[in-house]
């Protein structure tokens, strides 16, 4: 009895008797009724209670307390380095003091506090980049030198394991100093820090590590050595593009509108409803331009009456062409020779345009004869697969995010940025002068922009959400439009590569280079997905090396670079996301990208569905085929790895457990892409929009109350009663069941009053669905709503900032969930092994130790 009342005593909680003390400590356990498992329950529950250290109930989540001691040890590591800086500080003034003038001291001990004042870190570089000596050729060209000279040695010094360790040491220092300084040079160490690690840990690849005397092992070698070279490349070129994004800004347009040029706004259409076009077409005709110079046209490649009639009712131009040669690109360029404004504005038609979008893309182009096109952002209102599959949606960037948020922004730096297809602008001359949009490739936007820019024309790229759209709504639609990009890019790169012909800068090369490089990258994630198979089963050295060493050079590699990435990303990317993503689009970006290099012309253009509904929640068994085999290999190789653990030589031991961990990893990124796999529901074709705006509700009474809407879309919108004087105006819920009333909106100054009906009343919130009577309605709600000037601008704000270790951490939670729903919807016809490996694992699941059973309130107040 004193022993359990001493093991349960750390918790703050005085038991009543011994039978209390039990069951606290021993959850598990029925001590009425005790079973043949107790006898393994009862000592390991006495082994964990002996060996681990308790924590209150209170304390927090086993993720929440790793990323919280984590935080400690970052702020005692910052604290001790700053400590060592002011040594160093110190002992270098008192050496000055006999070798150096008073002033010299006072120099000294002012950078002292400029290196350890980090926010002044940034100010302090900026200033010394700035000064002119660093503009003189001769200083130039030797400081290129002597940063080349030192980089070489940096990358090809072997050192041993003590030498690597004390390098690798001082690069984790720089870069724990200055992850946190603001500016732009911190972010250049970073990239710097990177490429070294990553360059350092190439070499050491090539040079040391392949065992050219197996050519089994060589095999095995070589391929892994291609796959981390590929990435390399992207890797660096991914640096040049994003190290400095250009953040340019709108630029004012004339005072006045008649020097204005006009404008053709084209809208394709091919099999999408009416409902989807409809508020793109509402929200182009809104778009604040002289009415004499904005000419909007729906083209429509489907030729159905429905769509004739809808253009002529609302006063727009209806184009149809006798055949679909082409697909997009042929229908703009039918479109393209039979209109003849000075310029032309692009949407898809499930694109919104803001009012605001002419103006504020249009004055870039005034008095710049060779700016061709401005982009602006493909900016979704609708959660994509991952988003709404896993639940995440405004919780953390979707998987475009990161192109259009830091990859575009910093390919307009170097005059690169390349035309999306939609949500532009480009000057009708330059464009005739290409010979219209491009029709060689099924990725006709991108080869069109390097088609101009190889004649000497300007890009831009305007980082502003000026219209909203409808992501992919299935995890199969996503991989059937990415399929179709990966293929086009292919079909560039083999048939106008950006490294190859005249026209480009270096650093134009480099990006368009880089973002047709990045699809190829399902071959090397496969071979990452595999490549620890090749020891646990096979036997073969992939990297001919101890296990130290390649901890050594791959841990500071990949560390680098997450932390380069996070800073450079972090607000558009979360950490380690892009394996997912990579995953899921592995398998099946590979063949259309092989076959678009050796036969560019095979393949057809595909439309990518919008507006379409997910009945009810199911697993994408089909999609998920591939990761199901891979995963099926990664656990063979781990049961290889278990049996030469046990039966296999002991100096193969660490090498064993390393590649365990690896496929251990790849297990867990394949779980996670296996999770993407569930669909969710989507029972709803007008997708909710969370945006608070101003808003004003018409009771049948006459009464008005204030209010802001919680979220809106083209069916209905939620409505927050706002509060008078500190009170919520009270809502009678009988009396607006079911009750028309109407809401009002503004547009600018302009106040819009929309009927409605009440659908449900709860508490200070009233939910409405919209019953417009006309055209003319439908088109001031879109334009009030989805259309507004500052509509998408606050969409970010409040999220997570990405931290890399949490990244970690989410994606291997996910990847857990995955094998759990891949479980929880397997197909009946394994139902019964299901059943069985579910018993089995809540059996094991039984005997593993527990927290002890405390209740909060029994601890004793203070």
Sequence with gaps: MLALFAMIAPYGVVPASAGQARAQLFPQVDFTRLRPADLLRIPLQLLWLALIRPQPPEAPGLLMASLQRLQQWADSLLYLLRQIAGGLQ????????????????????????????????????????????????????????????????????????????????????????????????????????????????????????????????????????????????????????SAWPLKRVPV??????????????FIPTYNEPLSVVKPTVFAAMGIDWPADKLHIYLLDDGRRDEFRDFAAEVGINYVIRPDNLHAKAGNLNHALARTGSEFVAIFDCDHIPTRAFLQATMGWFIGDPKMALLQTPHHFFSPDPFEKNLGVFRNMPNEGELFYGVVQDGNDLWNATFFCGSCAVIRRTPLVEVGGIAVETVTEDAHTALKMQRLGYKSAYLNVPLAAGLATESLSAHIGQRIRWARGMAQIFRLDNPFLGKGLSWAQRACYGNSMMHFFNGGPRLVFLTAPLAFLIFHAYVIYAPAIMVLLFVVPHMVHASLANSRIQGKHRHSFWAEVYETVLAWYIVRPTTVALLNPHKGKFNVTAKGGLVERRYFDWDITTPYVITVALNLIGVGFGVWRLTTGAGEETSTTWLNLIWTVYNLLILGAAISVALEAKQQRRSHRVQIALPALLHLPDGNLVRCETVDFSEGGASLAITPHRGEAVPIDAALLAETAVSVSLWRGDDEHQFPALVTAVGGANVRVRWNLANRAQEMALVQCTFSRADAWVTWADGRQVDRPLRGLLEVLWVGLSGYRRMIDYAPASLTPAIAALRRAVKALASVLPRHPAIDPSARPSL
């Design 252 to 265: 004012a347009l004339p005072a006045d509108p008649r020097d204005w040029p006009s404008v053709d706004v």
């Design 90 to 241: 110190r002992a270098a003034q008192a050496m000055a003091g006999h070798l150096l003038p008073q002033q010299t001291l006072v120099a000294l001990r002012r950078a002292r506090s400029d290196i350890l004042a980090a926010p002044r870190i940034g100010a302090f570089a900026e200033q010394l980049a700035a000064q002119e000596t660093w503009r003189q050729p001769l200083v130039q060209f030797a400081a290129l030198l002597l940063a080349l000279v030192l980089v070489v040695l940096c990358i090809t010094t072997p050192f041993d394991v003590g030498g690597q360790i004390l390098f690798l040491a001082c690069l984790w220092l720089v870069a724990m100093l200055v992850r946190r300084v603001p500016g732009q040079l911190p972010v250049l160490m970073l990239i710097v820090l990177s490429v070294t690690a990553s360059t350092r840990y190439l070499w050491w690849r090539v040079t040391t590590t392949l065992n050219w005397d197996q050519p089994f092992d060589l095999t095995w070698g070589l391929g892994l050595v291609a796959a981390e070279i590929y990435v390399w490349i992207v890797l660096l070129l991914g640096y040049v593009q």
